[in-house]
C-alpha cells in the first residue's frame, strides 16, 4: 500500500500569511495526487488535481506542487475563508490512500 | 447538475448488517467509477471500496470479505452491503465519483451517511 504521509498535522496562520502544506508519498506515484479542503460538518471538496491542476472555481491563491514523491499545497494569502482539514490523496494504485490530514485555523 | 445522495445509514449492532445506498443524478453510474470513502468520528478520511465501469471491485484490507459493492443500473445506484459490522467501522460514509482519466480524482461527493456500530 502506498503511504501519505501529510505535515503539519496542524498550523495557525493569520489572514494574509503563505500557508505551505506538505505530503510525501511513499513511493514514485507520478502526478497521482490530489488535494481536498473539508470543512465541519461537510463532504471534501476538491481543491488541485493531478498535483497542480485547480480545481474549475478554487481561487488561484491556491496552487500545488510536485518534486518526486513530495508534494506541496500552498495558499498563497491565507483567508478567514481557508479554514479547514486539507487532505492530500494519492490515486496511482488501489487502495486509494490519504494523508492523515492538516487543521488549518485562523490566528 | 452531477448530484450524489447517500441513504440507509443508522444505528446497527456489532455482527449486524446495513445496506447503504447512492442515488446518481446527472451522471450514469455504468459508465463512472463510483467509490465509498468513510470518516470516522474526528479523523480523517479512509477510502472503503470502488465500482469501475467494467465491473471490477476493489476493497481496503479493512473491509475485504464483509463488504460488498455493487451496481442498479436502472436506478442508477450503487450500494455498498455491509455484513458482520465492528464498532471501528463506525464512520459517515461518503460516496464520491472518481473523475478524470489517470490521473483520477474524486468529484462530486455525497453529503454523507452516518453508521453507527454500537450495541
Known amino acids: 500500500d502506498i503511504e501519505m504521509t501529510q505535515s503539519p498535522s496542524s498550523l495557525s496562520a493569520s489572514v494574509g500569511d503563505r500557508v505551505t502544506i506538505t505530503c510525501r508519498a511513499s513511493?514514485?506515484?507520478?502526478?497521482?495526487l490530489n488535494w481536498y479542503q473539508q470543512k465541519l460538518g461537510e463532504a471534501p471538496k476538491v481543491l488541485v488535481y493531478?498535483?497542480?491542476t485547480l480545481q474549475s472555481g478554487v481561487p488561484s491563491r491556491f496552487s500545488g506542487s510536485a518534486s518526486g514523491t513530495d508534494f506541496t499545497l500552498t495558499i498563497s494569502s491565507l483567508q478567514p475563508e481557508d479554514f479547514g482539514v486539507y487532505y492530500c490523496q494519492q490515486s496511482y494504485s488501489t487502495p486509494l490512500t490519504f494523508g492523515g490530514g492538516t487543521k488549518v485555523e485562523i490566528k | 447538475e452531477v448530484k450524489l445522495v447517500e441513504s440507509g445509514g443508522g444505528l446497527v449492532q456489532p455482527g449486524g448488517s446495513l445496506r447503504l445506498s447512492c442515488a446518481a443524478s446527472?451522471?450514469?453510474?455504468?459508465?463512472?467509477?463510483i467509490n465509498w470513502v468513510r470518516q470516522a468520528p474526528g479523523k480523517g478520511l479512509e477510502w472503503v471500496a470502488a465500482?469501475?465501469?467494467?465491473?471490477?471491485?476493489y476493497y481496503a484490507d479493512a473491509v475485504k470479505g464483509r463488504f460488498t459493492i455493487s451496481r442498479h443500473t436502472p436506478n442508477n445506484t450503487v450500494h455498498l452491503q455491509m455484513n458482520s459490522l465492528r464498532p471501528e467501522d463506525t464512520a459517515v460514509y461518503y460516496c464520491?465519483?472518481?473523475?478524470?482519466?489517470?490521473?483520477?480524482?474524486?468529484?462530486?461527493w455525497g453529503q454523507g451517511t452516518l453508521v453507527t456500530v454500537s450495541s
Open positions: 493531478a498535483a497542480s
Open positions: 464520491t465519483r472518481e473523475k478524470g482519466a489517470a490521473p483520477n480524482w474524486f468529484d462530486p
Open positions: 446527472g451522471l450514469a453510474v455504468n459508465s463512472n467509477y
Open positions: 513511493q514514485m506515484i507520478g502526478r497521482y
Open positions: 465500482f469501475y465501469t467494467g465491473g471490477s471491485t
